[in-house]
């Protein structure tokens, strides 16, 4: 692979190695991985250290995502929009921001993303093999980001996470990128006014600790990697890394038809009506170029389910490392080939003060529905029936700030061409763990009552859908609770003759509620979420059996 060393020319005869490549490659990746472990490890909210909703990236000077470890779905895509906010805020060596806006590189407020600009100071990187030392360089080389699901960010209700809210001031303390750190020294100012405005601020403190520490983790290796190899090839590898990953996504594009793809689907409700919410999708493929377009998708609405164009990209790059090889090293240039395009003032690209917290965990689930569903007709032997098409997103807090619970829960994954669907996973924009009963029940005033799969809920075909799960939680306290569901009204649909899923279910002391609806509750109830199990594929007369 040829790699240009000087910006000025395209004719420069070095060359990268395969091997020196290959070793870069996996070498970067492996800095986002150690990220990754250091945040769950040091992170004190078991939403963080247990589920592990969290993800963490490198990205080089001018933005472009280097390498990623493989967590959230829903973060990753989006992640590039914090690091552009964050370099328009002249960054210098030493500073940390943190940022949680939708509206300026965040997805929604819960979501805290912390950004480093990387700068390896001198003295720990020497000579490399290419001869330069480049001492006392403290140029900006990158940056590491981290972003963290984090119990509780103020707002109406307990965990941030309303059922109801119409305005994003409902939704919790909101920040535009700030510098915590400047200069290498923490502000206490800074961090005072977010602890002040948030539930338990103990854990958010602790929580916040621990992405700084993960960015930080990221100097430290990125030095030892210009020790290593010296500055001038690390920072050439970036180009490579890129180059490498998008000619591999490229090929994979140019082998699908050539062609213009359609599907809409509907989110039901918003949490203030529960009218039909329409998201419709035109997918073309041309050459080695994917274009997504959501014209036609309905305006923002009153309710939270407005998501970010960030989002919406997320769900679009997710759908194409599905379609292409999920192998390919998830970086820039994964995504270079693939643009996105949403109407200004629509669901999937809102202006404020649109309420969001809904639209990062159950629009961008539709959005993944919906695009797949376009494909289909171009891939149909890569693309599955429906998933739960849902994060089934339960909250329960005391309002004295004493514990907010957070969790989303697993349900069934749709029926796949040559086998059948995954029970009771998560499916689609996240990949979260579930919490452990023992840590749930230590940590919180909450007591499982069932945690088990929904017999009969995956949709029957030659290969029957995965089975959604039934759980049931006891408060102990008085308290509130959130939820933020879909796949209530409208099952998760089989393919090719296969049978849809089972809608799901929640219930509060056995009775039925809305899918988006915050209530409080006294000592005592039970939230029992019941969720959808995953589409059915084929002819049924022809499972094997």
């Known amino acids: 692979m040829t790699v240009n060393t000087d910006e000025t020319t395209d004719t420069d005869d070095r060359r990268m190695d395969p091997v020196t490549l290959e070793v870069l490659r996996n070498q970067l990746e492996g800095i986002a991985e150690e990220m990754g472990q250091t945040l769950i490890r040091g992170a004190y909210s078991p939403n963080i250290k247990e589920r592990r909703d969290c993800s963490t990236a490198l990205f080089d000077a001018d933005g472009r995502m280097i390498a990623q470890a493989e967590h959230i779905p829903v973060h990753l895509g989006a992640m590039p929009a914090a690091v552009d906010a964050v370099r328009e805020c002249d960054p210098e060596p030493g500073d940390v921001f943190v940022l949680n806006d939708p509206f300026t590189g965040g997805t929604h407020l819960p979501d805290v993303t912390m950004v480093s600009p990387l700068a390896p100071g001198n003295g720990r990187d020497g ?40 305005e994003i ?84 594009i140019e082998a699908l038809p050539d062609g213009s793809y359609e599907a809409t689907d509907v989110l039901e409700g918003d949490g203030v009506t529960d009218d039909d919410v ?86 961008s689930q539709r959005v993944t529905d919906v695009v797949f569903t376009a494909l289909a007709t171009a891939a149909p032997e890569r693309v599955p029936a429906q998933g739960q098409g849902t994060m089934n997103n339960l909250t329960i807090g005391a309002r004295d700030g004493s514990f907010t619970y957070y969790e989303t829960i697993g349900g069934g994954f749709g029926a796949r061409p040559d086998r059948d669907g995954m029970d009771g996973v998560q499916v689609g924009m996240t990949n979260t763990l579930n919490t452990p009963i023992e840590s749930l029940e230590t940590e919180y005033p909450l007591r499982v009552e069932r945690y088990a799969l929904r017999e009969g809920s995956g949709g029957r075909g030659r290969f029957r859908g995965g089975l959604g799960l039934e759980r049931s939680v006891t408060v102990e306290t008085d308290a509130t609770v959130s939820l933020l569901t879909e796949r209530r009204r409208y099952a998760p649909r089989g393919v090719a003759g296969g049978e849809d899923g089972a809608t799901g279910e929640n219930l509060i002391d056995g009775e039925s509620v809305p899918a988006k609806t915050t209530v409080d509750v006294p000592a005592g109830s039970t939230i029992t979420v019941r969720t959808p199990g995953g589409g059915g594929h084929g002819d049924l007369d022809e499972r094997e059996e």
Do not use: W
């Open 278 to 363: 329409e998201i419709a999708a035109t997918v073309t493929i041309d050459g080695t170029r994917i274009d997504v377009d959501f014209s036609g998708t309905a305006g923002q609405v009153a309710g939270n389910l407005n998501a970010p164009l960030a989002v919406a990209k997320s769900a679009v790059y997710f759908v194409v490392r599905c379609l292409t090889d999920p192998e390919i090293p998830p970086n820039h240039g994964c995504y270079e080939p693939v643009t996105v395009s949403a109407p200004d003032g629509s669901l999937l690209d809102p202006r404020p003060p649109a309420a969001v917290v809904g639209g990062n965990v159950e629009t």
């Open 169 to 252: 001031h409902q939704e919790g303390l909101r920040l535009p990128p700030t510098r915590l750190v400047a200069g290498g020294r923490l502000r206490d100012d800074v961090r005072s006014l977010l602890l002040a405005n948030v539930r338990n601020p103990r854990e958010r403190r602790a929580d916040l600790r621990a992405q700084q520490a993960a960015n930080e983790r990221a100097e430290s290796r990125l030095a030892d990697l210009f020790a290593e190899h010296g500055r001038e090839i690390v920072r050439n590898g970036f180009d490579a890394v890129i180059e490498y990953s998008r000619e591999r996504v490229e090929r994979e």
């Open 127 to 166: 000579e490399g093999d290419d001869g330069d030392s480049d001492r006392g360089d403290r140029d900006i080389v990158g940056y590491a980001v981290s972003r963290a699901h984090h119990a509780d960010v103020g707002g109406m209700t307990p965990g941030s996470m309303p059922a109801g809210s119409r």
